[in-house]
T-cell receptor, first 115, second 112 residues
Framework: DTGVSQDPRHKITKRGQNVTFRCDPI?????LYWYRQTLGQGPEFLTY????????KSRLLSDRFSAERPKGSFSTLEIQRTEQGDSAMYLC?????????????FGSGTQLSVL | DQQVKQNSPSLSVQEGRISILNCDYT??????FLWYKKYPAEGPTFLIS?????DKNEDGRFTVFLNKSAKHLSLHIVPSQPGDSAVYFC???????????FGTGTKLQVIP
């Protein structure tokens, strides 16, 4: 299967702990996105990369969140000092980066529960 | 500010009938629109898209209509099947917005 892969699928952590998620995009895709989805809402944009460069970050993304995409391949999203409000599905998506007519391909997500 | 709106949180349709899901947007710079389908515990899956230079795009049982003057689009599913039961998200981008902006979703239930 050559789709977008996310790890882990589920993460339960205690408030105040740090967590890190990984995303492996479709290999020929140069854009990688992170979205967050809570119950009853659509996916909310967090940040995106063009190759290894992080080009945009949402105002939703507090200083406790950091994302990297070393060498323009896989990406990691780290949340420091987790809070209960961080509980959500974290979705990664990749695309060919054509700009207009951008079609995103999503992974299955990482469900984070902060106790 | 919700730039992409799906005002119907849920919809129930009998198998074999037409399902019509609606979406409104406020940003006139959007010029590419997409529909995604999501099953529980899975990521959204791309379904169909339409560019603003068109007013209709068809793919099998799925047709998307775009009314730019009304800033409205709709997804028609004919005939509806039980396997179509899922949450459908409308999304948009363009005009310098590199990120895709999603609506809140409509949960479709197709009753056998």
């Amino acid at each position: 299967d050559t789709g977008v892969s996310q790890d882990p699928r589920h993460k339960i952590t205690k408030r105040g702990q740090n967590v890190t998620f990984r995303c492996d995009p479709i290999s020929e895709h140069n854009r990688l996105y992170w979205y967050r989805q809570t119950l009853g809402q659509g996916p909310e944009f967090l940040t995106y990369f063009q190759n290894e460069a992080q080009l945009e970050k949402s105002r939703l993304l507090s200083d406790r969140f950091s994302a990297e995409r070393p060498k323009g391949s896989f990406s990691t999203l780290e949340i420091q000092r987790t809070e209960q409000g961080d509980s959500a599905m974290y979705l990664c998506a990749s695309s060919l980066g054509q700009g207009i007519n951008e079609k995103l391909f999503f992974g299955s997500g990482t469900q984070l529960s902060v106790l | 500010d919700q730039q992409v709106k799906q005002n119907s949180p849920s919809l129930s349709v009998q198998e074999g009938r037409i399902s019509i899901l609606n979406c409104d947007y406020t940003n006139s710079m959007f010029d590419y629109f997409l529909w995604y389908k999501k099953y529980p515990a899975e990521g959204p899956t791309f379904l169909i898209s339409i560019s603003s230079i068109k007013d209709k795009n068809e793919d099998g049982r799925f047709t998307v209509f775009l009314n730019k003057s009304a800033k409205h689009l709709s997804l028609h599913i004919v005939p509806s099947q039980p396997g179509d039961s899922a949450v459908y998200f409308c999304a948009a981008n363009g005009g310098g917005y590199q990120k895709v902006t999603f609506g809140t979703g409509t949960k479709l239930q197709v009753i056998p």
